[in-house]
């Protein structure tokens, strides 16, 4: 995949993610215990080979930023190609809802003209999955098509995140004969948000919508093309997480209990790869009760948790009862605490004695960098 | 180059003959410890810790595993490509006339002077990989300058009754050495070296040169050049060190030091992010607890799948435990695969061990199932089985208490 | 120098600089052959042993993070402290003219919270001259300061750049009287916008800030602030350059033809640290005529240069004839062509025979990415 | 490990005795060339250029400067930390029964048979650091696969009267070898060998350890292995390569070489951004031409101060040129300075040399002058001088000539 590059698109939707995206992108936003959405998109592409990377980002940049470095743990740190940072056209200004904004792409042309690869792969940054990419790549030549979508067949959206969606209609030999943004409609199957086409084939249609001014890929362009070119649909089979809003966030980490989903995208095709830190084991203590909980290192629990993820660092004091809750890293729960169906971020003490109920449906999302309770 | 203050020559070539099994493959300083370190991780972590950017690992028996593992030093602030010094292995070198291991542990930093000479140090710290404790050294420095020492060594105090298995100071009121006794039978005292040297940089030339040409010497430092500084009434001053510390030299004291980790509720820091012990980290997913388990007491690692009882034990990552197993004061390696029903007791399971379901391991005393042994089904192994090798399965299986029991 | 942290502020006034700040922030301007602004100041400090660095910037931020990566040839790529590029407020809206804009710092208030350090050391990304800090430290440790400022004696502005000055009124013992933005007075000395503070006090400054709603550091505060605290100024006694428009990047660029200031700033107390390049040595040939002339790795000169600054890649057709011009990477010139008193930004063709003419106070300024000549 | 295509082994342990006083301190791969190179750069760049990946780097004469030089890699895009490969350095081994030097090419890769193994590959590429050339080694092992060949020798055309000074492959007209005699007197071809080979690895495994208990062999790829393989009736191939292609063995070809590539107006590729030659590039600022001088078909450096006049030379980075001096048909190395009013012609001035005022250096060969020397004012040094060795200062200066007038 030498001759692929990629584009990790710029996702716009943040207000989707209520408080979750208020001081990081959609890209940076934390997932499964250890990771950030980007993960997923830019190893299974580094796992496929690819090595020029462009990511789109706004000016919540700091933490994705902070998080990539220079690439190194997915192997891009070269001198040939490797990871590219490229702003968004008007600061990924948030009013614009463009679902996949070429002209993001088209303010860092000079980025894609003077890249060497024959194809570039298009892809959002809240994809959660484990895919060869190399399939697609195949199936695209053997289909001779002029721009291939994964799709799903059987991936089924949260109500609120169907008008998010991309509908596909596919034709037996997995032709795509027609794209519907936002209306599903029968035997439709879904957009990855993964799009493959020759380098020279997006450069062109740049250019075209350039002089309509017409930017939108999914909105605009591909409902038009779709009659002129050779498009099809190559059906990804295995777990899929599409976290177009806060729900689907804490539905699709929910999902990672499945030691099913556990596998297959954690121990499966390629590794998912993710910024390196330090930290001791997990510490479980003498009073813990733990079931069917997704840690990982420097945790400290003393506390009852249950159905719950937690990530780097947390501390769940002695009494605490923690269910379908995720914790982001550095979050400690004081004595005695009661959580269920909260989701925490970062840097948040709670302090002895709260309790916060939410439900699956409606988790409580809890602001960074606070103090709940105690002092008051 | 720059000019330093301080650099470090950490002794990593240790064969660790006493450790066995856990060392067939690797030298003492690359045995895994506590979860997810090494043991050179704690020397490694305290220079960082202690400011030290300079460090020179000498490394000898089997260094495969140790030099892949420390690598160009990033993971301890020691690139090795940093203009500042960094982490620079030092093997045992060849030349045109052939090459020989370096013959005791002041002859390994003898075979090394030019490396020093380099930086031109005003102190040179000799640290040894074998240790497990946490120590700022800059604060043994500044007494080292405070007491215009020519060398400080640093003691820790011991029980009195294994005073007579260390190398033991007798200290005058002011803290200065008068007499070093290895492995006294009356021990005068119960301050105990550990390893630990701080040496005026032309001080340390000097008697190394003088101990390299010493035909009866066994080019130790404990052993030859610092009893010699004392019959030379150098200023031997000892560094009293208030903390944990451990030589895990023995499968005994690994345990043991296993355990004692597992239960001081902070020595791995998990509350100072300005102490780290780092460690070069492996690209593993958050650990996984089933439903119906019960984990107490207990370290796990990422990569971990949980589906039985955890007691008392360290699990390194990527461990996989099977349903209705119970794991009880032990420590399993890497990768080691635990099958359902399987009751372990204070055991040391080498990493990609596989045991087969409803295996029974652990007896009296410590087992040790050496790294990639496939046991199977209802294997019985420990030291009341041991000595009927029933299977071929068990070649492998705790030959340590097959030869100690 | 371990208890400093540096801040390197966002320069807002992009405008004075034409067409250079069109595609990159001021700290990414090009300077010297193959250097960038921000390099000086970011040599200064790590050079003294600082080690923990933010950097502040806006959208136009591509050029820097391509030119800085993790921080790698300062010795910055570390676990503990590094670099950090923080995201200005508002994007780094050029519209707001602060000159040193406290709010881009109050929006990172957890990253200079969460520093370790004692002081801080604050400071514009273009000021070019290579200083010992270590002794700005211990001049302010000695005078016992709330804050100290480095200043110049002698600097000179050009015309245009007066009324972009701090000119600080300093009395005998050093210390600073008044601060007075834009306006010289008799015997003032001049503000090169490096400032040391204790970071509790700053902390402490933001926090007034915040609750005023007055954000200009020193446009604001400090002329108010001076008279209550012990602000010291540092004389700086060697060259300086304050790059704060296309005039004056053109004016000190030119200044390195002075070997002696070639040598004080890159054979000085501390070495400029920049992005490293692969390139060819630069080669000159039988027909090429070079007098004073700065050039760097990949040039082919086969024409006649003089007074001249030559970056990267840059070729210069036989015949052509340059003159107090600076060319950035890869500009191609065809024979014949004759420029002088040109700043020609990088990627630029210019054919055969054209001829470009400025002057030393108002150079010709050539964007990038251009053909020049020929095809029409 | 990953499994991989193709390997490369580069061969950089060669003393390069007949280049004397420039190999005094370091192998001959490490030798400087080119105005920023060093010769190692053109083997270490064709294997990025030609997508190979991971390299084992055999070092074994004076590897100091040769392993600082190479550090992680990452000039080369071969990161030593990186998952895929990356460079590692393969320096003669110490065991705990000592070590001995590589005796030959074939016995370094035979002794590293172990490190291949990891990787498994299907091809081994074995190539030396010796050489000047670029070379894209994809399009040859395309050949070997095309022809189905067991080995591949690359090979080069020298002219006739030269063959006799190379190994030279005799082939059928399918390309195929039928005979390799080393340095004939009575050349049947022209076609060179270039000392890069492409082995299956069954095959080069087989052979070397074939090789290896041959009590008559040197352990020599050219002497020994290759012929054993052609009296063994293996298809060995002849890929035929265009371009330039020198081995930088002599003085006068080291200076000739330089001459070449100064000649060759794109050997160092200034127009194509995809095929880089790839060096450890160091932090040097742009350098200054004052007015008034002359350059004219030369190569300059950054960080040179030149203010004389320079015809047809290279200058290495950070070479002083004062006022009024002449430097023609020249390679002045890194860190040189040269006084007012010195002329140079046809020398090799040695890195931090410092020449005094009016001197005169060269004579009729080539003049060497060794790293670090220093020159008085008004020293003439050069062949016609050198037999005189009027003062202190000329010590070490081209010795290299008065050996071989």
């Known amino acids: 995949m030498r001759n692929v590059m990629g584009i990790i698109h710029h996702i716009k939707d943040e207000a989707a993610f209520r408080e979750i995206t208020k001081y990081r992108c959609v890209a940076a936003i934390p997932f499964g215990g250890k990771y950030r959405l980007v993960d997923f998109p830019l190893s299974n592409m580094t796992n496929a080979g690819i090595s020029n990377i462009g990511i789109i980002t706004s000016l919540k940049m700091r933490s994705l930023i902070d998080h990539l470095g220079t690439g190194k743990e997915w192997g891009l740190d070269r001198k040939r190609d490797g990871l590219f940072i490229l702003p968004a056209a008007s600061g990924g200004n948030e009013k614009n809802r463009r ?31 484990n895919l060869d990419l190399t399939k697609v790549l195949a199936f695209h030549r053997q289909k001779n098509a002029d721009l291939t979508v994964v799709c799903s067949e059987d991936y089924q959206f949260l109500p609120q995140d169907v008008a998010r969606g991309v509908y596909l209609q596919k034709e037996k030999e997995g032709r795509i004969s027609a794209v519907s943004p936002g209306k ?57 997480g599409l976290v177009n809003s806060w729900q689907s966030l804490y539905k699709h980490q929910m999902e990672l209990l499945n030691p099913e989903v556990w596998r297959e995208l954690f121990w499966g095709k390629g590794l998912i790869h993710t910024k390196l830190k330090d930290g001791p084991p997990a510490r479980y203590y003498e009073t813990s009760e733990i079931k069917n909980v997704f840690a990982t290192s420097g945790c400290l629990i003393e506390g009852n948790v249950k159905n719950s993820i937690l990530f780097r660092k947390v501390k769940v004091g002695r009494g605490a009862v923690i269910h379908n809750s995720i914790l982001l890293p550095k979050v400690e729960i004081g004595e005695d605490v009661v959580l269920d169906g909260v989701i925490i971020d970062k840097n948040v003490q709670i302090k002895k004695g709260m309790q916060l109920i939410g439900n699956n449906e409606n988790p409580v999302i809890i602001e960074k960098n606070q103090e709940i309770g105690g002092g008051f | 180059m720059k000019k330093k203050e301080c650099i470090a020559m950490l002794l990593a070539g240790g064969q660790g003959s006493r450790l066995r099994l856990l060392t067939k493959n690797l030298a003492k300083p690359a045995v895994p410890f506590g979860g997810k370190y090494r043991i050179i991780d704690f020397s490694m972590s305290n220079c960082l810790n202690s400011g030290i950017d300079t460090v020179g690992v000498l490394t000898q028996y089997k260094p495969q595993v140790l030099n892949a593992y420390i690598g160009v030093g990033s993971a301890w602030d020691l690139q090795c490509y940093s203009k500042e010094g960094g982490v620079t292995i030092l093997p045992p070198y060849v030349s045109e006339d052939g090459g020989e291991w370096y013959q ?71 803290g200065f050495i008068e007499e070093f006794v290895e492995k006294p039978a009356q021990p005068k005292s119960n301050l105990a070296s550990m390893g630990v040297y701080i040496f005026n940089w032309p001080i340390l030339k000097k008697y190394l040169e003088k101990d390299a040409v010493d035909p009866e010497s066994e ?40 355990m004692d980790i597992l239960d001081d509720y902070d020595f791995l820091n998990y509350f100072d992010d300005n102490w780290n012990i780092y460690s070069a980290p492996l690209m593993q997913p958050p650990h996984y607890i089933a439903p119906g388990v019960n984990i107490k007491r207990s370290l796990i690692s990422d990569g971990c799948y949980v589906n039985g009882e955890i007691e008392h034990s360290i699990l390194f990552p990527a461990v996989f435990v099977d349903k209705g197993s119970l794991i009880k004061d032990s420590i399993i390696m890497h990768g080691a695969q635990i099958g359902s029903g399987v009751k372990i007791e204070k055991a040391i399971i080498g990493e990609n061990v596989v045991i087969g379901k409803n295996s029974v391991i652990g007896g009296d005393g410590i087992t040790v199932i050496e790294d990639k042994q496939k046991l199977k089904e209802n294997s019985q192994v420990g030291r009341l089985y041991r000595l009927k090798r029933v299977d071929k399965q068990a070649e492998g299986v705790s030959r340590y208490l097959a030869e100690s029991p």
Not at chain 1, 221 to 238: D, S, T
Not at chain 2, 137 to 163: G, P, R
Not at chain 2, 235 to 253: N, P
């Open chain 2, 104 to 174: 005791g542990t002041a002859d390994s930093v003898y075979q090394n002077l030019k490396f020093i000479e380099q930086y031109n140090p005003e102190y040179v710290l000799i640290i040894s990989g074998d240790h497990v404790y946490k120590m700022d050294y800059s604060l043994m420095l500044q007494e080292h300058k405070e007491n215009n020492a020519d060398v400080t060594i640093s003691v820790v105090e011991v029980a009195w009754e294994e005073a007579s298995r260390f190398g033991i100071m007798n200290t005058d009121k002011n």
């Open chain 2, 219 to 258: 080019h130790d430092f404990g052993k030859n050049v610092i009893p010699l500084m004392l019959r030379e009434k150098l200023k031997l001053y000892a560094y009293a060190f208030q903390g944990y510390w451990r030589d895990v030299g023995t499968v005994e004291s690994y345990w043991e030091a296993s």
């Open chain 1, 99 to 129: 679902r996949l904004d070429l002209e993001d792409i088209y303010v860092n042309l000079d980025y894609l003209e003077n890249s060497q690869q024959e194809y570039v792969l298009l892809t959002g940054s809240n994809i959660v999955c």
């Open chain 1, 184 to 240: 599903p409609h029968k035997n439709s199957v879904i957009s990855m948000d993964m799009y493959l086409l020759k380098r020279s084939f997006l450069l062109q249609l740049l250019e075209e919508c350039a002089s309509l001014a017409k930017w939108d890929f999914v909105g605009e362009v591909l409902p038009v093309k779709v009659k002129k070119i050779k498009m099809y649909g190559y059906v990804h089979q295995g777990y899929l």
